[in-house]
């Protein structure tokens, strides 16, 4: 079963600055297989990226993915006051699993 | 308009039987490379994915809990089933259904308001 780590657990950043959130495999993730999700207090999670890098509908282009193999990021280029959550990765092998989160909080 | 709605008991006892029904709308899960998915989050912690049907009745199921539960689905009732045996009270958690079309962007896009279970005597 391939775990992921997310990292750090926490960023403190303010609005308009740039957040970098970091998602680590245990073994090869195909870039295919790749998501990340938004999930806010009460709320049930909302798909971000697909595909290591594509974003879904309606998501705005201050979110953008990268990565490959072991090692993927998510970028929000400019911290909107909306854009403070929990984010999660998950990975779409035989199983799937998700990470264990980072949460964006207000500096 | 894709939906998903969970439903089921709020209080199960320790040991009892979970039964949790997804009820959808806007698709069709006989469709090619559309499959739903259980996940759950006890209060405060991270996801947990549990479980995957998909349109041609291939299932998935999380190693850690796969003898624990079963999910079935009923294309013509527009329903997907989860049960999850000998619930403990670790066990409480909100539990979501969720749609994905696993073929063309492999992740949930659709999820349910979810529905919080709680595991008490």
């Known amino acids: 079963e391939i775990v992921l780590t997310q990292s750090p657990g926490t960023l403190s950043l303010s609005p308009g600055e740039r957040a970098t959130l970091s998602c680590r495999a245990s073994?090869?993730?195909?870039?295919?297989?790749l998501a990340w999700y938004q999930q806010k207090p009460g709320q049930a999670p909302r798909l971000l990226i697909y595909?290591?890098?594509s974003r879904a509908t309606g998501i705005p282009d201050r979110f953008s993915g990268s990565g490959s193999g072991t090692d993927f990021t998510l970028t929000i280029s400019r911290l909107e006051p909306e854009d403070f959550a929990v984010y999660y990765c998950?990975?779409?092998?035989?199983?799937?699993?998700f990470g264990g989160g980072t949460k964006v909080e207000i500096k | 308009q894709i939906t998903l709605k969970e439903s089921g008991p709020t209080l199960v006892k320790p040991t009892q039987t979970l039964t949790l029904t997804c009820t959808f709308s806007?698709?069709?899960?006989?469709?090619?490379?559309?499959?739903v998915g259980w996940i759950r989050q006890p209060p405060g912690k991270a996801l947990e994915w549990l479980a995957l049907?998909?349109?041609?009745?291939?299932?998935r199921y999380s190693p850690s809990l796969k003898s624990r539960l079963t999910i079935t689905k009923d294309t013509s009732k527009n329903q997907v089933v989860l049960t999850m045996t000998n619930m403990d009270p670790v066990d409480t958690a909100t539990y979501y259904c969720?749609?994905?079309?696993?073929?063309?962007?492999?992740?949930?896009?659709?999820w349910g308001q979810g529905t919080l279970v709680t595991v008490s005597s």
């Open positions: 969720a749609h994905g079309e696993w073929e063309l962007r492999p992740s949930f896009d659709y």
């Open positions: 049907i998909y349109w041609d009745d291939d299932k």
């Open positions: 806007g698709f069709s899960l006989s469709t090619s490379g559309v499959g």
């Open positions: 595909g290591a890098s």
């Open positions: 998950q990975q779409y092998g035989s199983f799937l699993t």
């Open positions: 073994q090869s993730v195909s870039s295919s297989y």
